[in-house]
């Protein structure tokens, strides 16, 4: 990615330099093995994107970190590989550490918001929420130049019109009831769904869902959407008798 990309891009003016920036960038992430970074940027603003077109932010942060590891977890289903593969485990959500400064770099650059900056807050608090700003919709839009996006964007649509369907007061702790990241570890713990081990074996979010067929009483088997779709229903219900 170049700095005009995930950098200091500014405003995002629709420039010449910043359209091929762009192209260099669609380039560089259909290697083989794309730049994670690169990819967790993408595939975030691509999400919140989605949510925002759906009428769901600002999204808080447990929420985010939540969507994007639904996002992470359910890969397989499309069989798609996710940037990250791993998670840290925690009392209130899954976490990401990486994705932390993916927001804040992204705020930086204009391309999310937090209301929490708006109403300014103590300078040093984390911001509580985010929402796309016009430049990062557009870039968004943008980034589906690229193929490897552009067949991952019907996925990330699905896994956050499935997570604009959860109940708003307890899609934040679908992560907690989640079956891979629900399992009982210690805080601090790193849990692996796919990244040291292959997610056929441990990634139980992705089990799960091959689970459904086994139930199917259709004439025709699920679709990956559909698998995606009944994953967070299934989710919804635990967690309200968790609750």
Request: net charge negative; charged share 25%.
């Amino acid at each position: 990615m170049t700095d005009c990309m995930f950098g200091d891009v500014g405003a995002l003016d629709e420039t010449q330099d910043q359209a091929d920036d762009i192209q260099d960038w669609a380039r560089r992430i259909q290697m083989s093995e794309p730049v994670s970074g690169l990819s967790r940027r993408a595939w975030l603003l691509l999400l919140l994107d989605q949510a925002e077109s759906l009428g769901q932010t600002p999204l808080s942060s447990y929420a985010t970190h939540t969507i994007v590891y639904l996002a992470y977890a359910l890969a397989p289903v499309f069989d798609i590989t996710a940037p990250d593969r791993a998670v840290l485990k925690t009392s209130q959500a899954p976490y990401f550490p990486e994705l932390r400064w993916d927001l804040a770099r992204l705020i930086a650059q204009g391309l999310l918001d937090s209301p929490a900056l708006r109403r300014g807050v103590q300078p040093d608090a984390a911001p509580d929420a985010f929402v796309c700003t016009a430049a990062g919709r557009r870039l968004a839009k943008r980034l589906l130049a690229s193929p490897r996006l552009r067949a991952t964007s019907p996925f990330l649509a699905e896994v956050a019109a499935a997570f604009a369907g959860a109940d708003p007061d307890g899609r934040e702790s679908l992560g907690l009831v989640d079956s891979t990241y629900g399992v009982s570890l210690p805080t601090g713990a790193v849990i692996d769904y796919g990244d040291w081990d292959p997610a056929s074996e441990a990634n139980y979010s992705y089990r799960t869902t091959e689970a459904f067929e086994a139930a199917n009483q259709r004439r025709f088997p699920f679709s990956a959407r559909d698998r995606v779709h009944l994953y967070v229903r299934y989710l919804t219900r635990r967690e309200r008798r968790a609750s």
